[in-house]
């Protein structure tokens, strides 16, 4: 409970020592930051255990947030690092065994309904309104907002992470007059930069790699299956495919838009570098940052460090020094639908001790002041997520390109499309994982999606065809489950 | 005296083994007890229902044909790696039985790769199968005269090699050295005799080398046996089951089941599908190999 003197410190009395209900919302004149930071105040002294994805992704906590809610609060924050892949498991493990030894968490959104459902998140709807949050929270773009806070009409999660697909290409590369003519010749109209659509991607790209001979490479992707789930979602979604018969909720992923999509990856493999169906996040970064490939796609991180941003503190050592550093373009995807893939959202543990000092603590790190700060830090992975992020001018000048950087980010996140997130995705997303494995050990890319689509039925089946059906309908009706056509 | 100091109660021996057999039973007994009892329920991610299930998850077991393909694959694995491991470590032993200049640090070095955690030596091998930093790529384009593009751990042709000759790499030294403490024990002066007879290494192998490390050799097949039955770190670093599931393990099915996808009953249902399968097989091999004698 927050003191008197505590509310007195910072001039808004008589709002925070009342419950909820009684608290005038004008009393929150100061920002979500410094409201958490007096709130929190009164729990100085004792620790809270936050998960937070292990590697990069920690040293926000361990190096900056953590050490810094510290010396403004008094508590001591405890950093579990957890691989993604073990995250969802962890959660749910402690949450199932009652002991309760995490207080707040990172939770990649379309796990919201599976882990809200089952309990393991505190609703966050009461917090929100007792520390005056809503309002700031209002102001995280649209997207994440609208779509990756919610179940049910709870809240569960802060949207914490502009996590969205972009298309990097080289500028001095496809604005070279000489590529441009062959083009012209080529295909009889002018090249598109960038391209726009998969047509013209692979034409353009085909077209580099034929050029230069196994100097430079058209484009790279992930292929690994892992990465190659997101991928294919959003691309099945921009070729017009819809996952489910939203009547019967029968599985049509083995549509003709998803034979296409393979069987086109099958084809751009191609133009792509050798072994390319092994890549993932670094193989993929390393070839585009010493110039072995002309466009490629992934998460924001690639276009800081393509600008070399951040890339010569130490613990940045591990990523090639780029050598295309402002020959770098940023656009959507082919498509105009990138995937919003994965993310985080912060959320607390319905099994914690310390919920009210974990909740203060996550409002803290995502209020606006505090989040901007995180965003820009060089050696994290948290992407704009925020109106204010997206516009701010210390941002923009952070490489010379960045301007542009923010633009795309921003319409990404404006015309992104959501992870599906149903009861067990990670079933259906296993389901996936293992279609795109199949597709490159040579197998027929209509069989890989019957076989997976009929899957998708037996899980549908298992956990309830009804239970399901009104959760898709739900997740379905989200402005960034499908692309407007 | 008094009658008690000379005559200390029968039973105190039973009493200083308490604590210890409880121990026992807590962390052995009551674990397989107590997922026999789950394995009768309907425990998921989303539903925690502990009441009687019957034997529900035993009929899917049947119906599921994952789970028998990867008990397949690793019945495959374990059909191909366990002779050669057996086989590659005999020769090993043979070769090291005789004296020779730096044996002692030969034998340390062939033992390494034994003690490196599985899951190590499957993300090195990983490595080193890579198609654009991995070296044997590399090495096998010197040999090719052009660049080798083999996606061992993708390739369905070539990735049960790549698994079985790392499981090889790892454990024959655990079979070599093993035989060769057999083999320093066989009697040399039964050897020479037949060999004065005029026995060949093949008879004086089969019927005087063999009967003689056979307990031992045992033993160890059974030992390997077991491991690779339940295989699973190495796999998992390589290929995670894949591509597809074309490598899955039923450790790894097991695993996938329990811990991904949270089929909390259903995985203690195949796990006793595990050990009833091979409680039969230990059962018959140790019959078979004279063990129990």
């Keep these: 409970m927050v003191t008197r003197r505590d509310v007195g410190k910072i001039g808004i009395a008589a709002g925070l020592a009342g419950s909820a209900g009684m608290m005038p919302r004008a009393a929150f004149a100061a920002d979500g930051a410094s409201a958490a930071v007096e709130a929190a105040k009164q729990f100085s002294g004792q620790t809270i255990t936050i998960v937070w994805e292990a590697g990069l992704q920690s040293l926000d906590p361990l190096n900056f947030s953590g050490p810094k809610w510290k010396e403004l609060t008094g508590i001591d924050v405890k950093v579990v690092e957890v691989p993604v892949a073990e995250m969802f498991t962890k959660i749910m493990q402690d949450f199932r065994s009652g002991a309760g030894a995490y207080d707040a968490l990172n939770v990649i959104p379309s796990w919201m309904p599976d882990l809200a459902n089952a309990g393991a998140l505190e609703e966050l709807d009461s917090y929100v309104d007792k520390y005056g949050y809503r309002d700031e929270l209002m102001k995280i773009a649209p997207t994440y907002r609208d779509n990756q806070m919610k179940v049910n009409g709870k809240i569960f999660g802060l949207p914490d992470d502009g996590d969205v697909f972009v298309m990097y290409y080289r500028t001095d590369v496809l604005n070279d007059p000489a590529l441009q003519a062959a083009y012209k010749e080529k295909h009889g109209a002018d090249m598109p930069v960038p391209p726009t659509n998969w047509k013209d991607f692979d034409q353009v790209a085909a077209l580099i790699s034929e050029m230069n001979k196994d100097k430079l490479y058209g484009a790279a992707f992930f292929r690994e299956s892992g990465y190659g789930n997101f991928m294919f979602q959003e691309r099945f979604r921009n070729e017009g495919g819809k996952f489910f018969d939203a009547d019967t909720m029968k599985a049509t992923i083995n549509s003709e838009a998803g034979v296409k999509v393979l069987t086109d990856w099958v084809a751009e493999n191609k133009f792509a570098p050798p072994g390319v169906e092994q890549w993932g996040f670094v193989e993929n970064l390393a070839a585009f940052l010493q110039g072995q490939t002309a466009m490629t796609i992934s998460w924001p991180p690639y276009g800081r460090w393509a600008a070399s941003y951040g890339t010569d503190q130490e613990v940045m050592s591990w990523v090639p020094k780029s050598t295309i550093a402002g020959k770098v373009g940023y656009a959507m995807t082919p498509g105009g639908h990138p995937q919003l893939a994965a993310g985080f959202c912060l959320s607390v543990s319905s099994a914690s001790k310390n919920k009210e000092a974990a909740y203060l603590f996550i409002q803290w790190l995502n209020s606006e002041a505090t989040s901007l700060e995180r965003v820009k830090l060089p050696y994290a992975l948290r992407d704009p997520f925020r109106d204010s992020h997206f516009t701010d001018p210390g941002y923009a000048a952070l490489w010379p390109e960045a301007k542009d950087y923010l633009k795309a980010l921003q319409d990404g996140a404006n015309n992104g499309l959501l992870d599906l997130s149903l009861l067990q995705t990670d079933k259906y997303e296993e389901v996936l994982r293992q279609s795109v494995s199949k597709l490159w050990a040579g197998e027929d890319p209509k069989a890989i999606l019957d076989t997976a689509a009929a899957e998708w039925d037996a899980i549908t089946d298992k956990i309830g065809t009804d239970k399901q059906k009104a959760v898709y309908a739900d997740w379905a009706s989200k402005s960034g489950a499908y692309p407007k056509m | ?293």
């Design chain 2, 1 to 293: 005296m008094p009658a008690i100091a000379v005559h200390p109660d029968r039973n105190f021996k039973y009493w200083l083994l308490t604590p210890a057999i409880f121990l026992l039973l807590l962390v052995g007994l009551f674990p397989l007890i107590y997922s026999l009892i789950v394995s009768f329920m309907r425990i998921d991610m989303m539903d925690t229902d502990t009441s009687f299930a019957g034997l529900y998850n035993y009929a899917n077991l049947f119906k599921d044909s994952r789970l028998w393909w990867s008990l397949a694959h690793t019945l495959l694995i374990t059909a191909i790696a366990l002779p050669i491991e057996l086989l590659l470590g005999l020769a090993m032993a043979y070769l090291f039985l005789e004296k020779m200049p730096g044996r002692q640090i030969f034998i340390a070095l062939l033992v390494l790769p034994t003690i490196i955690s599985p899951i190590v030596a499957g993300a090195t091998w990983r490595l080193l199968f890579d198609n654009k930093y991995g070296p044997i790529n590399q090495i096998l384009g010197w040999f090719a005269g052009e660049r080798v593009n083999a996606l061992w751990t993708i390739n369905p042709t070539l990735v049960y090699p790549a698994i079985i000759f790392c499981e090889i790499w790892q454990w024959t030294p655990f079979m070599f050295l093993i035989l060769l403490a057999a083999l320093s024990n066989v009697d040399k002066s039964q050897t020479e005799a037949a060999e004065i007879d005029g026995a060949r290494f093949w008879r004086s192998f089969r019927y005087i080398v063999l009967p003689a490390i056979w307990p031992v050799m045992a033993i160890a097949i059974l030992i390997r046996g077991l491991d690779l039955f339940r295989i699973f770190d190495i796999i998992w670093a390589l290929t995670q089951g894949g591509p597809g599931t074309k490598t899955e393990t039923i450790s790894i099915y097991a695993y996938v089941q329990g811990f991904k996808q949270f089929e909390t009953s259903y995985t203690a249902a195949i796990a006793f599908l595990v050990i009833a399968i091979l409680t039969i097989v230990c059962t018959w091999a140790i019959r078979r190999m004279g063990l129990a004698k």
